[in-house]
Nanobody, 126 residues
């Protein structure tokens, strides 16, 4: 299974973008899907995650109130709506997916996720 992330681009500060991530190939019984990002010279960090059946969400403090994660089960797709973008949101955004119901890691931990997309670049200009 490969995850295909799309929707990145160049936007001015204060603008919006919506990222999408869908798997190619066989559909799994996902437990959770998440978004992470990595800015130049920085470690990969958690952005948002959602449990697939219950729709429980979690967000990094830095994006709360500005970003919204959602899912469309029929399309097997997870979205990240990003509003009020700031230059510090500039990064490569990666989607990730998990099928385990017994992982010891929270949905905000990258160690939970076995499947990763290739990343989509978001650039926010000031």
């Amino acid at each position: 299974v490969q995850l295909q992330a799309s929707g990145g681009g160049l936007v001015q500060a204060g603008g919006s973008l919506r990222l999408s991530c869908a798997p190619s190939g066989r559909a799994f019984g996902w437990y959770a899907k998440g978004w992470f990002r990595q800015a130049p010279g920085k470690e990969r960090e958690f952005v948002a995650a959602i449990t697939w059946r219950a729709g429980k969400t979690d967000y990094a403090d830095s994006v709360k109130g500005r970003f919204t994660i959602s899912r469309d089960a029929a399309k097997n797709t997870v979205y990240l709506q990003m509003n009020s973008l700031k230059p510090e949101d500039t990064a490569v955004y990666y989607c990730a997916a998990d099928i385990s119901t017994s992982s010891p890691y929270s949905i905000s931990a990258p160690q939970r996720y076995a499947y990763w997309g290739q990343g989509t670049l978001v650039t926010v200009s000031s």
